[in-house]
């Protein structure tokens, strides 16, 4: 019911009445002016009740007289009495019906009653009920009443001084109460701004409202009297304790902290009045260090003082949570004197309230945040919250650092406090319980032997302090042991908690904010406010080191599971705030002792211990104390659960695993699979650990890269408690979630999770290498998986995945590289077959990206690798094969790098996928790949380790060369719309296309490449390689060449056919001549190929036959490319190099192919294809120069060029030549540059070697040599034309070459005729006919050509010189073929005989025909033909032969007989004059010939030699004497001196005697004489010449026998008895007969006729025969007799001289 309803007014009136009543009853006996003071209150009161419907208010004024008689009740200090009226005053209060005035004289008898020491306690309700109910006490009247109840606060009384104590708060915050309700009430009203008042009084408080000054009062008369001044307010104060005022502070302070931020009067208060206060109440605590001794400092230090210092810490909190934007600097102080109190020296309760007043700052995260802003983020200012932070860590620190800090309570508590350390024992809560208990298994921390239990102080999130509320207490309590610790940890905890949660829950809000704008502004970035970020960023740099230190050390320290899953949580969250806020070397920190914590006490590993090498360098100071990271206690006291061996390169001992390692493990898993997304670089620490951890707890990689466990492979096996054996596939399983769950993660975390594993197998490669310990498979099973597992993104990762991958391929340790091997090919392998959207068939880009790492596998050099690499290639084939699409080039490039050092398997397997590739393939995969297919065909061709592969993939290159060409027109298309593709592409580039064969259309450039690779194979070192590939490039060049089109034609001759020519020529040129051994013993080489060089040569005729076929069938074809002409050139060059190649074999065959050229007809042209042949030939430059050298002769000024030849044709000027001459011409040429390339063949092939016969290396065989020549007929048909002179010479050198060139012994059975026979050789024969071809062209030719005559006619003369001189060739010795055995002689020369005389009867036959002609005669023929008989003629039975001098005559009487004529006829000319000795000399040396007949010659055969010689005196005396007159008189003179000798003496000295009639050639002897007698005596004397030649004969012969016989006759005078040898008996009987002879003709002829000086002569000789008659010889006598008988006919007497004719 209200006060104010009727009814309680009602009663209200009756009570006071009542009230009146008993008080007018008490003191009717001693008081009786108050008796009537309260009988006449009656009456007003029923008065005021009458008169007034308002009574409360007409009450109210009249309360001072209402009151009035209570208040003279009170007075009389009765206690009866006083009570009784005081009850009374309180019931009006409580109605609202006292005025002020009435309230003033209230407090006023109060005060009295006070003083007096009256009923306190009901003073005291009063008071409150007066303040309570209403407002109406201010000022003065206030200030009293509340000193009122101050003064009875300090009464001797506890009871009293309680519940005074308890009034004068409750007053106190009436006091504020009123002044915030005076402010509600005033909300609305505009104030005027204060007056700018200057720095004026204090009190000066004229601004504000009455309880506003009230409160102002009576705040600052408080901070007065706690700093022990007078109070401005409070008159009448006489005592009042700091303690109790801290209280009033604090009360006020917490419960009001509006008044002081709305109204600048109070803040001012706060600046000027709270603050200096309390930091000089600081000063004793701040000053004191415990443990120093007084005497020390000058001045005795104050003792800190329990009450009043934990009282200031609780202002200071209150001062800090509420007006911490006002004090920005006081709070720094007050903050900085909170850390110092946490300092080793202070004694151990100042620390336990401190830490506790800092712990309520840590559940705070807000305020914690304004500090960093206010202190931390400004230049030159403490650093406050890192310092708070730093200093919880450096205390939890000193707990373990100091000796036994546990205890030291004790010492500070003095000597009876015993009682109340027990006592704050029991009220440290129930976690203070355990201190003398310490047999349960206690949670606590232990570090080097310091032992801390740990306690439960508060709940999470709540500073709930037990020191800081110990208000009744006034000595220090005793700080129960580990107290101080556990309010640390959880401050710590409490701190790590508020903060996180605040920055996350910001986070949250600013990541929705950013979602919503992107979905508005879907266009623009999202620019988050800097500030927020600043502020979050350096709370996390300024607590972290701090944090770090302490959770690390508690971490190590702690041996409470839980206590150690609220550390690691701590560590994980911070781990993960700073990884979302991008700090990353905290995150890193963070993440390095979680690490650690994971891992055996000083195991070594490198990531993290440079990672704490960093932090340690960070070494921080608070306050001067520097604060080191602890690094971990190695003795532990936790449970082993396993034991395993280090991933260390060097084997060492085992190392233990705890369950806290475990427990850290978890955590690390926990961290990675929640916190995945912002641990960046710290993968890399976090995987390192992890995989250390897997290999100490022998966990093994298995199929797709999970961890299953497996034994150690090496060294002592792990041991695992079955505690962890149950955990292992738990945390095998969880191991592979965390790399599942990588799928969530954005692209960059995946990527710094890829790196991560990337270099962490790095280092376990570094590790594996040079040893074959088993290596860690951790990363490289984790990359597998983490690849497996985001597929469907493969692309981002891929290139890095791969990347390493393949390095790890290529270790050296078998084991390492078999799991890279193996992740790689099953990453390849699943990223084809996973179904991706877009498919990869659409996908070209992806699914390249897919198979390139399988392109890079083919560089490993590993064959284990190269094996994989191809096993799954050929998987791939065969489940993906068909869709390969654009992915066949890389796969075709796998198949084909193979390398020689590969072995045979791998090639093998390689080669495989190859021939699945050509039989099922091929129509599926996109025509630009074929090429690729050929190379790789090609490729396996080339490699030399299994022989049989080669010559397979030679018959692929066949079956794909087939697919060509029956699906030639689907190619071409597909090829073609690549083609416009790729030109499209090129422009835009604004490039040239580049492909090989460019200009070819592409169809014709995958037969180029096909012919190419055949051409590679066709040069390979191995002869049966290049057999088949020689055929099959020929065969497919013949099979389908009709496919490519004309312009393709000049590719094939110039890059494939001319360019494998070159390469084999080369080759066969350098090949080796060592002897091969037969191979292996299995395989028999032909002695006939048992060298390189031969196998070389087979390979050299293949090619070249197969060059000059294709020339040979498609030369019309051919004939159509502009550059035909160039092609021959070099086909010819070729051919000659063969030719004259050191290789009998080749220089054959190159002829064969020679012959098969120059077999062709000229194809008939078009005469609708017109071609310019000069622009088509001479224009181009020749490529080749051919052997611009041209060996002996004419230097080859190249006159067989094309545009020499036209201007000879066409004269001076170049013009086209018309349609119809152009092909003769360029026939013409082509067939000149055939004859040059003859020619030279020839020259260099039959040019005897010049040096020593020891150097000789090769002389050309019959065969070759025969083929050489038998070219030349046919060749010349084409050349006459234009055959010169010149080109003659040449010839002749050749064939005269040719047939001076020895046969080797061991030919010369199979070439050579037994000496018997008169056969010519075949190379003999091919040259006459040569010969015979030419003569027969001259003969039918036109006149100029016959001045060839002479040549030819010199030609065989050389030949005929041969049976009497073999040819000379170089300086080589030769033995004759009939001395030589065999086996000596190294060489043979042949028979010459035959061919000598063969060459002699075509000249005799020739000179028959052509003796007449000009050229002829001018050239001396007859003359040259004369002086080469003359040799053998000379040599007669000397010569080799017989049949040669007999042939030699007769063919030099048929010569003559037809020559002399025509000698006769030119006399005058002088053209024979020379001609004449010479025909002289030839008789003297055959008639009188030096060499004596063989011993064996019959008298037959004797005879018929004699008459060959009469039938040359007959010549000459039919032919040649007669016509005396024609012929020069020297000639006719020897001829005559000859005759002369005949007839006289011819004998030969070694005749028998009974062969001497026969011997004396006597039939000669006559036929001569007969003939000089003939001329002798001619009757016909037609000239004088004639004449001249009888007198000659006479005088010669007649001289003869004078001397003859002058001789005889004094021979014989010497000999005495002697005879006279045989034959110059028979000479002089020869003379004597001669003389008879003569006598004889001169009876017959006319006198007239004789000359006188023959007469005298004839007379002359008479006395000389008479001398004769004294020989003894009988036939002399006989000869002598006939002799002298004819004399008698000058015996007559002489006749008388006539004179003048007559008688």
């Not at 005025?99 to 003033?104: K, P």
């Not at 009430?185 to 009084?201: D, L, M, W, Y």
């Not at 290789?1143 to 062709?1160: D, R, Y």
């Amino acid at each position: 019911m209200s006060t104010s309803s009727p009814e309680a007014v009602k009663k209200l009136l009756e009570n006071m009445q009542t009230d009146l009543r008993s008080l007018s009853m008490e003191c009717k006996k001693k008081f009786p002016p108050v008796k009537e003071a309260a009988e006449s209150g009656i009456v007003k009161i029923k008065t005021i009740a009458a008169r007034n419907t308002a009574i409360l208010a007409a009450l109210k004024e009249n309360s001072s007289e209402v009151v009035q008689p209570f208040l003279m009740g009170c007075g009389t200090k009765e206690p009866k009495i006083t009570q009784l009226c005081l009850a009374a005053i309180q019931r009006l209060m409580s109605h609202e019906v006292v005025s002020e005035a009435a309230a003033g004289n209230i407090i006023n008898m109060l005060w009295q009653l006070m003083e007096n020491g009256l009923e306190e306690l009901k003073l005291l309700q009063t008071v409150l009920v007066l303040l309570t109910t209403n407002t109406v006490v201010h000022d003065e009247v206030l200030s009293k009443a509340i000193v009122l109840c101050f003064r009875l606060h300090f009464t001797k009384d506890n009871i009293t001084n309680n519940t005074a104590a308890a009034t004068v708060r409750q007053v106190v915050t009436v006091v504020f109460e009123r002044m915030v309700a005076e402010d509600e009430r005033c909300k609305g009203i505009v104030e005027q701004p204060p007056p700018v008042q200057g720095n004026t009084n204090r009190r000066s408080v004229s601004t504000l409202r009455p309880s506003a000054k009230d409160a102002y009062m009576l705040f600052q008369d408080l901070c007065q009297l706690v700093n022990a001044d007078a109070p401005y307010w409070l008159v009448g104060m006489t005592e009042m304790t700091r303690t109790f005022g801290l209280e009033l502070l604090e009360s006020v302070l917490n419960d009001f902290p509006g008044v002081f931020l709305q109204h600048q009067e109070f803040s001012f208060l706060l600046k000027e009045r709270v603050c200096p206060l309390v930091i000089k109440l600081f000063s004793p605590n701040i000053k004191f260090r415990q443990g120093s001794s007084s005497s020390a400092s000058p001045a005795p230090v104050e003792k800190p003082y329990f009450p009043i210092c934990m009282r200031l810490l609780r202002v200071v909190s209150v001062l800090i949570k509420h007006f911490y934007s006002l004090l920005v600097t006081e709070c720094e102080i007050f903050l900085s004197l909170l850390v110092k109190f946490l300092d080793g020296e202070k004694p151990q309760w100042l620390r336990a309230v401190a830490v506790e007043s800092v712990h309520r700052l840590c559940v705070q995260p807000h305020l914690l945040r304004s500090f960093c802003q206010s202190y931390d983020m400004k230049q030159h200012s403490t650093k406050v919250f890192r310092d708070i932070v730093n200093a919880l860590g450096s205390f939890i620190q000193s707990l373990f650092i100091i000796p036994n800090a546990g205890n030291t309570a004790a010492l500070n508590a003095p000597a009876g406090g015993s009682g109340s350390g027990a006592q704050g024992a029991a009220q440290g809560g129930p976690g203070a319980g355990g201190v003398s208990g310490n047999l349960t298994t206690q949670a606590a921390f232990e570090y080097r032997g310091t032992w801390i239990p740990l306690m439960t102080v508060s709940v999470q999130g709540s500073a709930k302090a037990t020191y800081l509320e110990m208000l009744d207490k006034v000595e220090p309590p005793s700080i129960p042991e580990g107290y101080a610790m556990s309010v640390a940890f959880s401050a710590l905890l409490d701190l790590v908690r508020g903060i996180t949660s605040m920055i996350e829950r910001e986070l949250a809000v600013e990541e929705g904010q950013a979602a919503e704008f992107r979905e508005a502004h879907p266009r623009q970035e999202w620019q988050p406010q800097p500030g927020a970020h600043l502020v979050w960023d350096e709370m996390v740099s300024a607590c972290w080191c701090g944090l770090l230190a302490a959770l690390s050390l508690l971490l190590d320290a702690s041996t409470d599971e839980t206590a150690t899953e609220n550390i690691l949580k701590a560590e994980l969250t911070m781990a993960s705030l700073c990884g979302r806020l991008g700090l990353v070397t905290p995150r890193d920190a963070f993440i390095t002792a979680i690490c650690k914590a994971s891992l055996p006490p000083h195991y070594a590993l490198t990531v993290l211990t440079s990672n704490a090498a960093n932090l340690s360098s960070k070494a921080y100071s608070i306050q001067g104390h520097s604060v080191q990271i602890i690094s971990p206690s190695s003795e532990s006291h936790q449970q082993v659960v396993a034991v395993g061996q280090p991933l260390t390169a060097q084997p060492q001992g085992t190392v233990v695993l705890t369950a806290k390692n475990i427990q850290c493990m978890r955590t690390l898993l926990n961290l990675a699979h929640c916190h995945g997304a912002v641990l960046g670089t710290s993968w890399q620490l976090v995987l390192a650990t992890l995989q250390h951890l897997v290999w100490i707890l022998g966990l093994k990689p298995s199929v797709g890269g999970a961890l299953k466990p497996g034994r150690a492979v090496e060294g002592p096996s792990t041991v695992l408690t079955t505690a962890v054996m149950t955990d292992l596939p738990v945390i095998s399983n969880i191991l592979s979630r965390l790399f599942e769950s990588s799928q969530y993660l954005d692209d960059v975390s995946l990527h710094h999770l890829i790196n991560a594993l990337c270099s962490l197998s790095l280092e376990a490669m570094e590790m594996a290498y040079g040893n074959n310990k088993e290596p860690s498979l951790f990363a490289v099973a984790k990359l597998l998986e983490t690849g497996l597992i985001n597929m469907d993104r493969i692309e981002i990762l891929w290139r890095p995945l791969t990347g390493h991958l393949l390095e790890v391929c290529q270790h050296p340790n078998s084991r390492m590289r078999e799991w890279g091997a193996e992740a790689l090919t099953s990453l390849i392998k699943a990223g084809l077959a996973y179904k991706h959207d877009p498919p990869l068939g659409q996908n070209q880009r992806l699914q390249l990206l897919l198979l390139n790492p399988l392109k890079e596998l083919s560089n490993v050099l590993h064959a284990d690798i190269r094996q994989k690499q191809l096993e799954s290639v050929l998987q791939i084939l065969q489940s993906q094969g068909d869709g390969l699409g654009p992915g066949w080039p890389l796969v075709l490039g796998v198949i084909g790098a193979i390398r020689n050092d590969q072995g045979e398997s791998l090639i093998r397997t390689a080669f495989q996928c190859l021939q699945l590739v050509v039989t099922d393939f091929l129509p599926t995969m996109p025509c630009t790949c074929l090429q690729i297919v050929v190379d790789v065909a090609g490729s396996f061709g080339l490699q030399n380790q299994e022989l049989n592969i080669s010559l397979t993939s030679i018959g692929l290159l066949w079956n794909i060369s087939d697919y060509f060409f029956q699906r030639g027109e689907a190619i071409t298309q597909d090829l073609g719309r690549e083609e416009e593709a790729l030109q499209k592409q090129a422009q835009e580039k604004g490039e040239t296309l580049n492909r090989p064969f460019h200009p070819a259309p592409p169809f014709d450039c995958l037969w180029l490449c096909l012919y190419a690779k055949l051409g590679e194979l066709c040069v390979d070192p191995r002869p049966a390689v290049r057999k088949s590939a020689g055929q099959t490039l020929f065969s497919t060049i013949a099979a389908h060449g009709t496919l490519l089109q004309q312009p393709t034609w000049h590719i094939v001759v110039w890059k494939v056919l001319f360019h494998l020519l070159n390469c084999v020529r080369t080759s066969s040129s350098t090949a080796d001549k060592e002897k091969i051994e037969s191979g292996g013993g299995n395989i028999l080489i032909h002695h006939s190929r048992d060298t390189a060089e031969k196998q070389w040569a087979e390979t050299w005729v293949l090619t070249l036959a197969g060059v000059a076929r294709i020339f040979n069938t498609r030369r019309y074809l051919l004939q159509q490319l502009g550059d035909f002409f160039e092609a021959w050139e070099i086909l010819l060059n070729h051919i000659q190099s063969a030719a004259l190649s050191k290789n009998n074999e080749v220089s054959l065959a190159a002829l064969k192919s020679f012959q098969e050229i120059l077999q062709i007809v000229t194809p008939v042209r078009d005469s609708d294809k017109p071609c310019d042949a000069l622009a088509a030939l001479g224009v181009l430059p020749v490529l080749i120069d051919p052997l611009s050298a041209a060996g002996p002769g004419r230097p080859l000024l190249r006159s067989d060029s094309l545009v020499e030849r036209l201007t000879r044709y066409n004269g001076a000027e170049l013009q086209a030549p018309p349609p119809g001459e152009e092909s003769a011409l360029e026939d013409s040429a082509l067939w000149w540059s055939a004859w040059n390339t003859w020619y030279r063949t020839g020259t260099d092939s039959t040019r005897p070697p010049s040096g020593p016969t020891e150097k000789l290396s090769f002389i050309p065989s019959q065969p070759f040599l025969t083929a050489l020549i038998q070219i030349f007929p046919a060749l010349y048909q084409h050349i006459k034309a234009n055959f010169s002179m010149e080109d003659l010479k040449k010839l002749g050198v050749i064939t005269y070459g040719a047939v001076s060139v020895p046969i080797s012994s061991d030919a010369s059975p199979f070439i050579l005729p037994s000496y018997t026979e008169a056969v010519l050789t075949s190379l003999q024969e091919a040259v006459l006919t040569a010969l015979d071809v030419l003569q027969k062209a001259i003969c039918v030719g036109p006149e100029n050509l016959q001045v060839m005559y002479p040549a030819i006619f010199e030609q065989l003369l050389l030949f005929v010189e041969f049976s009497c001189k073999p040819p000379q060739y170089g300086r080589m010795e030769t033995k004759h073929v009939a001395n030589a055995k065999y086996n000596q002689a190294e060489w043979v020369a042949l028979n010459y005989v035959p061919f000598a005389e063969r060459s002699l009867e075509v000249l005799v036959d020739l000179y028959h025909k052509t003796a007449c002609h000009k050229a002829v005669i001018n050239e001396k023929v007859l003359q040259n033909i004369i002086k080469t008989l003359r040799m053998p003629l000379g040599l007669k039975y000397a010569c080799p032969s017989e049949s040669t001098w007999k042939l030699a005559v007769s063919s030099l009487l048929k010569v003559l007989s037809i020559g002399l004529p025509v000698a006769r006829q030119h006399a005058s000319s002088g053209k024979f004059d020379t001609m004449w000795p010479e025909l002289a000399n030839a008789f003297e040396d055959f008639l009188f010939t030096k060499s004596t007949p063989p011993d064996n010659v019959s008298i037959q055969e004797f005879q018929k030699n004699e008459a060959i010689d009469v039938e040359v005196v007959q010549l000459i005396s039919t032919e040649i004497l007669p016509f005396a007159n024609f012929i020069p008189k020297e000639f006719v003179g020897q001829i005559m001196a000859m005759l002369n000798r005949g007839s006289i003496h011819s004998q030969s000295p070694s005749f028998t005697e009974a062969e001497i009639d026969v011997r004396m050639r006597e039939e000669f002897s006559k036929v001569c004489f007969e003939t000089l007698l003939q001329f002798s005596f001619s009757n016909k004397v037609s000239t004088p010449q004639e004449g001249y030649i009888s007198r000659m004969a006479l005088s010669v012969l007649l001289k003869r026998s004078q001397d003859v016989l002058r001789r005889y006759v004094e021979d014989e005078r010497l000999s005495g008895r002697c005879p006279l040898p045989r034959q110059q008996v028979t000479e002089i009987i020869f003379v004597l007969k001669a003389i008879s002879t003569l006598m004889d003709s001169l009876k017959k002829t006319q006198p007239e006729n004789v000359d006188g000086n023959t007469w005298a002569q004839v007379i002359a000789l008479y006395p000389t025969l008479v001398e004769c008659i004294t020989c003894s010889s009988p036939e002399v006598s006989c000869a002598l007799k006939e002799a002298l008988g004819p004399f008698k006919d000058f015996m007559q007497p002489p006749v008388s001289r006539v004179q003048n004719g007559e008688s």
